[in-house]
């Protein structure tokens, strides 16, 4: 069992959907972090989070540390979202733990 | 402000030969950190540096090294490459460590894509 796993594994929406990727980790971790990876590579980090919940435009990512569980939403999904999204567990600065990733096409 | 480079973009090597990639981190950044990135494996840490120290390693084998210079620009070098070492490598940097806490933030560069044959 991948200590970070990830679902869906891949996913296809209609454009305005509303779209929520899931993160289960079972390592003791400090912080989650989510990254968003375009075709061609380029990754681009969005949220880093310990607690709560956080929100960047139409992005949202909540964690429950209880039950190691984290998700990003993203509201009004438009076809420029199109990428893979990672999550990654960071082990007290010590380590990094990423998630397989999912794979999401918006179409128009 | 300029973002995070990383030289070459594209290389291709032969097994048994040893290879060096460099990042030059965004201007003020003091901590470097590198990723490799392999469709089977996906995303794995190789090492951060701050300060021109190393402050933790991922689990990859002693040919795997890195160093960082004054200017906070970082190097990794691979001996002795093996085609498993065909990769993504990915470097990314951030102003400080990932100790500070939720101040932290990194930024990727476009990665140097190593073929090994």
């Known amino acids: 069992k991948n200590e970070v796993e990830q679902s869906p594994q891949n996913l296809t929406a209609q454009e305005g959907e509303f779209i929520t990727i899931n993160c289960s980790y079972s390592?003791?971790?400090?912080?989650l972090h989510w990254l968003q990876q375009h075709p061609g590579g380029g990754i681009v980090s969005l949220f880093m989070?310990?607690?709560g919940k956080k929100k960047h435009g139409r992005l949202i990512a909540t964690i429950n540390i209880q039950e190691k569980h984290s998700s990003l939403h993203i509201t009004a999904s438009h076809p420029r979202d199109s990428a893979v999204y990672i999550c990654?567990?960071?082990?007290?600065?010590?380590?990094?733990?990423f998630g397989p990733g999912t794979r999401l096409s918006v179409l128009p | 402000k300029a973002g995070v480079t990383q030289t070459p973009r594209y290389l291709i090597k032969t097994r048994g030969q040893q290879v060096t990639l460099s990042c030059s981190p965004i201007?003020?950044?003091?901590?470097v950190s590198w990723y490799q990135q392999t469709p089977g494996q996906g995303l794995q840490f190789l090492f951060e540096?701050?300060?021109?120290?190393?402050?933790n390693k991922g689990n990859f084998p002693g040919r795997f090294s890195g160093r960082q210079f004054s200017n906070s620009r970082s190097e990794m070098n691979v001996s002795t490459l093996e085609l498993g070492d065909s990769a993504l490598y990915l470097c990314?940097?951030?102003?400080?460590?990932?100790?500070?806490?939720?101040?932290?933030?990194?930024?990727f560069g476009p990665g140097t894509r190593l073929t090994v044959t």
């Open positions: 990314a940097s951030s102003l400080n460590t990932r100790l500070a806490g939720s101040s932290y933030e990194q930024y």
């Open positions: 390592v003791g971790i400090s912080a």
């Open positions: 989070l310990s607690s």
């Open positions: 990654a567990g960071d082990n007290y600065g010590q380590n990094f733990v």
């Open positions: 201007s003020g950044h003091r901590s």
């Open positions: 540096y701050f300060s021109e120290t190393q402050r």
